[in-house]
T-cell receptor
Protein backbone atom coordinates (compact mmCIF):
# COMPACT_ATOMS: atom_id res chain seq x y z
CA UNK A 1 0.00 0.00 0.00
CA UNK A 2 1.12 3.57 -0.63
CA UNK A 3 2.03 5.44 2.55
CA UNK A 4 2.89 8.76 0.99
CA UNK A 5 1.02 10.67 -1.64
CA UNK A 6 2.71 13.38 -3.67
CA UNK A 7 0.93 16.42 -4.99
CA UNK A 8 0.72 17.53 -7.72
CA UNK A 9 0.97 14.41 -9.87
CA UNK A 10 2.50 16.48 -12.64
CA UNK A 11 4.21 19.87 -12.73
CA UNK A 12 5.42 21.80 -15.76
CA UNK A 13 7.55 24.93 -15.31
CA UNK A 14 10.08 27.10 -17.12
CA UNK A 15 13.79 26.98 -16.40
CA UNK A 16 14.69 29.36 -13.59
CA UNK A 17 11.37 29.02 -11.80
CA UNK A 18 10.97 27.27 -8.46
CA UNK A 19 9.23 23.91 -8.19
CA UNK A 20 7.35 22.83 -5.10
CA UNK A 21 6.12 19.30 -4.51
CA UNK A 22 4.17 18.12 -1.52
CA UNK A 23 3.92 14.77 0.22
CA UNK A 24 1.31 13.62 2.70
CA UNK A 25 1.54 10.44 4.72
CA UNK A 26 -0.68 8.49 7.05
CA UNK A 27 1.23 7.08 10.01
CA UNK A 28 3.88 8.32 12.43
CA UNK A 29 7.34 8.23 10.95
CA UNK A 30 11.00 8.00 11.92
CA UNK A 31 12.10 9.89 8.86
CA UNK A 32 11.04 10.98 5.40
CA UNK A 33 13.17 10.85 2.29
CA UNK A 34 12.94 12.38 -1.16
CA UNK A 35 14.21 10.62 -4.26
CA UNK A 36 14.56 11.55 -7.92
CA UNK A 37 14.08 9.11 -10.78
CA UNK A 38 14.99 9.84 -14.36
CA UNK A 39 12.95 8.01 -16.97
CA UNK A 40 13.63 4.29 -16.90
CA UNK A 41 16.37 4.53 -14.31
CA UNK A 42 16.81 3.78 -10.62
CA UNK A 43 16.08 6.16 -7.79
CA UNK A 44 18.61 8.66 -6.52
CA UNK A 45 18.45 9.63 -2.86
CA UNK A 46 18.19 13.41 -2.51
CA UNK A 47 17.63 14.21 1.14
CA UNK A 48 16.50 12.62 4.40
CA UNK A 49 14.74 14.54 7.14
CA UNK A 50 14.17 13.03 10.58
CA UNK A 51 10.92 13.34 12.47
CA UNK A 52 12.46 15.78 14.96
CA UNK A 53 13.66 18.11 12.20
CA UNK A 54 11.57 20.78 10.54
CA UNK A 55 13.70 21.91 7.63
CA UNK A 56 16.77 20.78 5.70
CA UNK A 57 18.71 22.22 2.82
CA UNK A 58 20.97 20.65 0.25
CA UNK A 59 22.17 22.86 -2.56
CA UNK A 60 19.09 24.05 -4.44
CA UNK A 61 16.83 21.71 -2.47
CA UNK A 62 14.83 22.68 0.58
CA UNK A 63 12.72 20.15 2.43
CA UNK A 64 10.26 20.91 5.19
CA UNK A 65 8.47 18.50 7.47
CA UNK A 66 5.32 19.13 9.49
CA UNK A 67 4.63 16.06 11.58
CA UNK A 68 1.44 17.56 13.02
CA UNK A 69 0.00 17.70 9.50
CA UNK A 70 1.81 14.56 8.36
CA UNK A 71 3.18 16.41 5.37
CA UNK A 72 6.43 17.41 3.73
CA UNK A 73 7.39 19.65 0.87
CA UNK A 74 10.32 19.65 -1.52
CA UNK A 75 11.34 22.96 -3.06
CA UNK A 76 13.74 23.08 -5.98
CA UNK A 77 14.94 26.61 -6.53
CA UNK A 78 16.11 28.05 -9.85
CA UNK A 79 15.14 24.89 -11.70
CA UNK A 80 17.10 23.60 -14.67
CA UNK A 81 16.10 21.40 -17.59
CA UNK A 82 18.23 18.65 -16.01
CA UNK A 83 15.84 18.62 -13.02
CA UNK A 84 13.21 17.04 -15.29
CA UNK A 85 12.39 13.75 -13.55
CA UNK A 86 9.91 12.06 -11.25
CA UNK A 87 10.21 12.86 -7.56
CA UNK A 88 9.12 10.48 -4.84
CA UNK A 89 8.77 10.77 -1.10
CA UNK A 90 9.30 7.72 1.06
CA UNK A 91 8.72 7.23 4.76
CA UNK A 92 10.15 4.93 7.39
CA UNK A 93 7.29 4.28 9.79
CA UNK A 94 8.08 4.70 13.48
CA UNK A 95 8.35 1.50 15.44
CA UNK A 96 8.79 -0.38 12.22
CA UNK A 97 11.56 -2.27 10.56
CA UNK A 98 12.90 0.58 8.40
CA UNK A 99 11.27 -0.36 5.14
CA UNK A 100 10.76 2.79 3.07
CA UNK A 101 7.25 3.12 1.67
CA UNK A 102 6.85 5.25 -1.44
CA UNK A 103 4.17 7.46 -2.90
CA UNK A 104 3.19 7.61 -6.56
CA UNK A 105 5.47 10.52 -7.31
CA UNK A 106 5.36 13.92 -8.96
CA UNK A 107 6.44 14.16 -12.58
CA UNK A 108 8.37 17.41 -13.07
CA UNK A 109 9.07 18.86 -16.50
CA UNK A 110 11.36 21.88 -16.72
CA UNK A 111 11.23 23.60 -20.09
CA UNK A 112 14.46 25.24 -21.28
CA UNK B 1 32.57 0.09 -4.81
CA UNK B 2 30.50 2.21 -7.16
CA UNK B 3 27.06 1.52 -5.77
CA UNK B 4 24.30 -1.04 -6.12
CA UNK B 5 24.57 -3.16 -9.25
CA UNK B 6 21.72 -5.03 -10.86
CA UNK B 7 21.92 -7.57 -13.62
CA UNK B 8 20.55 -7.83 -16.23
CA UNK B 9 19.35 -4.32 -17.08
CA UNK B 10 16.66 -5.65 -19.38
CA UNK B 11 15.02 -9.05 -19.70
CA UNK B 12 12.42 -10.14 -22.22
CA UNK B 13 10.90 -13.52 -21.57
CA UNK B 14 8.00 -15.60 -22.77
CA UNK B 15 5.08 -16.20 -20.49
CA UNK B 16 5.62 -19.30 -18.41
CA UNK B 17 9.40 -19.08 -18.34
CA UNK B 18 11.46 -18.62 -15.18
CA UNK B 19 13.70 -15.59 -14.72
CA UNK B 20 16.34 -14.70 -12.16
CA UNK B 21 17.71 -11.27 -11.34
CA UNK B 22 20.82 -10.46 -9.38
CA UNK B 23 21.61 -7.55 -7.07
CA UNK B 24 25.03 -6.68 -5.68
CA UNK B 25 24.64 -4.17 -2.86
CA UNK B 26 27.24 -1.77 -1.53
CA UNK B 27 29.69 -4.10 0.21
CA UNK B 28 29.39 -2.72 3.73
CA UNK B 29 25.58 -2.55 3.61
CA UNK B 30 23.91 -5.34 5.55
CA UNK B 31 20.32 -4.43 4.61
CA UNK B 32 19.00 -5.27 1.15
CA UNK B 33 15.57 -4.55 -0.31
CA UNK B 34 13.69 -5.57 -3.44
CA UNK B 35 10.97 -3.39 -4.93
CA UNK B 36 8.74 -3.60 -7.98
CA UNK B 37 7.71 -0.55 -9.96
CA UNK B 38 5.12 -0.37 -12.72
CA UNK B 39 4.65 2.54 -15.10
CA UNK B 40 3.38 5.67 -13.41
CA UNK B 41 3.57 4.19 -9.93
CA UNK B 42 5.98 4.42 -7.07
CA UNK B 43 8.14 1.47 -6.03
CA UNK B 44 6.26 -1.23 -4.11
CA UNK B 45 8.06 -3.20 -1.43
CA UNK B 46 8.61 -6.90 -2.11
CA UNK B 47 11.08 -8.20 0.45
CA UNK B 48 13.93 -7.24 2.77
CA UNK B 49 17.07 -8.96 4.06
CA UNK B 50 19.28 -8.15 6.98
CA UNK B 51 22.50 -10.00 6.25
CA UNK B 52 21.36 -13.42 5.01
CA UNK B 53 18.06 -13.44 6.89
CA UNK B 54 14.89 -12.60 4.96
CA UNK B 55 13.04 -10.62 7.61
CA UNK B 56 9.95 -9.43 5.81
CA UNK B 57 7.96 -10.27 2.70
CA UNK B 58 5.14 -8.33 1.10
CA UNK B 59 1.84 -9.92 0.15
CA UNK B 60 2.85 -8.96 -3.39
CA UNK B 61 5.46 -11.71 -3.22
CA UNK B 62 3.37 -14.63 -4.43
CA UNK B 63 4.45 -18.27 -4.32
CA UNK B 64 6.03 -17.82 -7.74
CA UNK B 65 8.53 -15.34 -6.34
CA UNK B 66 11.53 -16.31 -4.26
CA UNK B 67 14.47 -14.27 -3.06
CA UNK B 68 17.73 -15.34 -1.50
CA UNK B 69 20.80 -13.73 -0.05
CA UNK B 70 22.90 -16.80 0.70
CA UNK B 71 26.02 -15.26 2.23
CA UNK B 72 24.68 -11.88 3.18
CA UNK B 73 26.24 -10.30 0.11
CA UNK B 74 24.53 -10.45 -3.29
CA UNK B 75 20.88 -11.37 -3.64
CA UNK B 76 18.81 -13.08 -6.30
CA UNK B 77 15.13 -12.69 -7.09
CA UNK B 78 13.53 -15.52 -9.06
CA UNK B 79 10.14 -15.44 -10.70
CA UNK B 80 8.77 -18.80 -11.77
CA UNK B 81 6.14 -19.30 -14.48
CA UNK B 82 6.15 -15.64 -15.42
CA UNK B 83 2.89 -13.90 -16.25
CA UNK B 84 2.30 -10.73 -18.25
CA UNK B 85 1.39 -8.96 -15.03
CA UNK B 86 4.95 -9.51 -13.83
CA UNK B 87 6.19 -7.00 -16.40
CA UNK B 88 7.73 -4.21 -14.36
CA UNK B 89 10.97 -2.63 -13.21
CA UNK B 90 12.54 -4.60 -10.36
CA UNK B 91 14.64 -2.39 -8.11
CA UNK B 92 17.17 -3.36 -5.48
CA UNK B 93 18.33 -1.06 -2.69
CA UNK B 94 20.74 -1.36 0.19
CA UNK B 95 21.54 0.51 3.36
CA UNK B 96 24.01 0.24 6.21
CA UNK B 97 21.43 0.68 8.92
CA UNK B 98 17.81 1.55 9.30
CA UNK B 99 16.87 5.16 8.81
CA UNK B 100 20.09 6.18 7.11
CA UNK B 101 18.91 6.52 3.54
CA UNK B 102 18.90 3.93 0.83
CA UNK B 103 20.99 3.46 -2.31
CA UNK B 104 19.15 2.07 -5.29
CA UNK B 105 20.44 0.18 -8.30
CA UNK B 106 19.43 1.05 -11.83
CA UNK B 107 16.87 -1.73 -11.88
CA UNK B 108 16.04 -4.69 -14.10
CA UNK B 109 13.23 -4.07 -16.54
CA UNK B 110 11.26 -7.26 -17.16
CA UNK B 111 8.97 -7.63 -20.13
CA UNK B 112 6.85 -10.78 -20.32
CA UNK B 113 5.49 -11.45 -23.81
Amino acid sequence: SQQGEEDPQALSIQEGENATMNCSYKTSINNLQWYRQNSGRGLVHLILIRSNEREKHSGRLRVTLDTSKKSSSLLITASRAADTASYFCATDASGGSYIPTFGRGTSLIVHP
Amino acid sequence: DTGVSQDPRHKITKRGQNVTFRCDPISEHNRLYWYRQTLGQGPEFLTYFQNEAQLEKSRLLSDRFSAERPKGSFSTLEIQRTEQGDSAMYLCASSSRGGSGYTFGSGTRLTVV
